[in-house]
């Protein structure tokens, strides 16, 4: 507790104290490639870790032992009125909160019963009390030295701090060794060799082979794709995601509203190294999309999409919800833990000025927002992204007239089999469009109609890179 306490006074620990976007904590070191217990030498605490990790695992779970590593480490402030929204760390094994400073009444660490049918049954038999059949949730109180260690998956949320004095904790994500599993698989591969390592070689080849012959064109088409990917000489690195996609400071938004109803937002330059950026993602291959039989992609275009990870928070995810919350007064987090960049391009004559305009509303969010990036380089940007009204009833949103048009012709909506739209000039009319300009921010609301916008013969030579993620309230 001294040691961190002395820590936390030093300019070196006040570099990267960030408050969290979604929530009125101030974090430090909330990065991948820096740990507090390394930067604060706190070697005793990360021992006491790695045992009770050992306990946890081992002694009440009953699992064979295995080698652990800290995946990241970082210290979460809360000053009075400070609280923390339910959420997960995903993607890691073990979890857990060390309590340096915890006044009392700074607020529990609550944990809720994770199995929704049992919640619901107790609601609805109400019988919903603080015994261990019966409690909805666990409180744990933090106490100065306490550790509570828990499996990452866990929700859990932190109740407001209402000491008045601040609330200090170091959260630590663990997760198995990396270069064990690395070496397991090695391992693993060579006692798997001989006969059945030809015979899976034989049969990956063949598969591929068939593939070929019966695709025809495409097999050429995928070869002169990968060719034009990414800059000449490009090779596959590593990059973490924040430092690839690092903002600008002092962002200026510009509300630019289309047809005084459809209230768009554009924040220009807002990536630090868009030229960086274009070169990886345009250098790393994307998964096929929207690829049916029956279909136009791989004989007309390539439309494919590469998904990239994230882990919130952000910078650039912040900028977006920033400017949400500034713009439209309402509070956000990502729709999903991952990005998606939209990989377009021509193989054939284009047969359209846009693609098939849609809306981006899903069941699941009651309100969402569509964020968009372009990543070409200055040279490469053509046209930008379209908004439209159905003509049919005159709305810029779905409503009963074009569901009905849907069912009576399903080709009017994105079914993936054709990029263009059907029927063009009479269902659509494009009223208004932002321009695709390097490393510039689109956000609207997402169930206004859009596309990409293509008024030239462009994206012949190279890609189509656009990032998109969404943000739900």
Same mark, same amino acid.
């Given at each position: 507790q001294a040691k961190v306490s002395a820590y936390l006074e030093t300019d070196l620990a006040r570099r990267d104290v960030l408050p969290s976007p979604e929530e009125?904590?101030?974090?430090?070191y909330y990065k991948p490639e820096q740990s507090i217990l390394a930067d604060a030498e706190l070697p005793e605490l990360e021992e006491v870790v790695f045992a009770a990790a050992s306990t946890f695992l081992e002694g009440r779970l009953g699992l064979p032992a295995r080698q652990l590593e800290i995946e990241r480490a970082w210290i979460n402030e809360f000053e009075p009125g400070a609280q923390e929204g339910q959420h997960t760390h995903?993607?890691?094994?073990?979890?857990?909160?060390?309590?340096?400073?915890? &006044? /009392?009444?700074?607020?529990?660490?609550?944990? &809720? /019963?994770?199995i929704g049918e049992r919640r619901g049954y107790r609601q609805f038999t109400r019988t919903v009390g603080s015994g261990l059949l019966t409690r909805p949730e666990i409180a744990v109180e933090p106490k100065p030295g306490r550790l509570v260690m828990f499996e990452s998956w866990f929700g859990h949320s932190v109740q407001c701090n209402k000491s008045g004095k601040r609330r200090v904790s170091i959260a630590i994500?663990?997760?198995?060794?990396?270069?064990?599993?690395?070496s397991s698989a090695v391992v693993a591969g060579a006692a798997g060799g001989g006969a059945d390592t030809d015979a899976a070689g034989t049969e990956a080849g063949g598969t591929k082979a068939a593939a070929a012959t019966e695709a025809g064109t495409e097999s050429s088409g995928i070869e002169a794709a990968a060719t034009v990917r990414g800059p000449a000489g490009a090779a596959g690195k590593p990059y973490l995601f924040n430092e690839l996609f690092d903002v600008e400071m002092n962002l200026h938004l510009n509300v630019k509203p289309i047809q005084k109803?459809?209230?768009?937002?554009?924040?220009?330059?807002?990536?630090?190294?868009?030229?960086?950026?274009?070169?990886?993602?345009g250098s790393m291959p994307a998964a096929n999309w929207k690829h049916e039989a029956g279909g136009r992609n791989f004989a007309d275009y390539y439309d494919c999409r590469l998904r990239v990870p994230i882990r919130f928070p952000t910078s650039l995810v912040s900028v977006a919800q920033k400017a949400i919350q500034q713009i439209y007064r309402l509070g956000t987090r990502p729709a999903d833990a991952s990005i998606d960049v939209n990989w377009f391009m021509q193989i054939k004559d284009k047969r359209g000025d846009f693609a098939v305009p849609h809306s981006d509303m899903t069941e699941r969010a009651q309100r969402s927002f569509t964020c968009i990036v372009y990543l070409n380089g200055r040279d490469e940007c053509s046209g930008g992204t379209a908004f439209f009204r159905f003509r049919k009833s005159g709305s810029l949103i779905i409503d009963e007239a074009y569901a009905n048009a849907v069912k009576a012709d399903s080709r009017i909506a994105e079914t993936g089999l054709d990029y263009w739209p059907e029927r063009a000039d009479e269902l659509w009319e494009r009223v208004g469009t932002v321009d695709m300009v390097p490393g510039r921010?689109?956000?609207?609301?997402?169930?206004f109609f859009h596309a990409a916008w293509h008024p030239k013969d462009s994206f012949f030579e190279f890609p189509r890179l656009t990032l998109a993620f969404w943000m739900v309230c």
């Open positions: 009125s904590v101030t974090t430090t995903d993607g890691s094994l073990l979890s857990c909160s060390y309590y340096v400073e915890a &006044p /009392d009444d700074c607020g529990c660490i609550v944990f &809720p /019963d994770p994500n663990l997760r198995e060794a990396q270069a064990q599993a690395r109803q459809i209230p768009t937002v554009v924040i220009d330059e807002v990536l630090k190294h868009p030229e960086r950026v274009r070169d990886v993602i921010m689109l956000i609207f609301p997402s169930e």
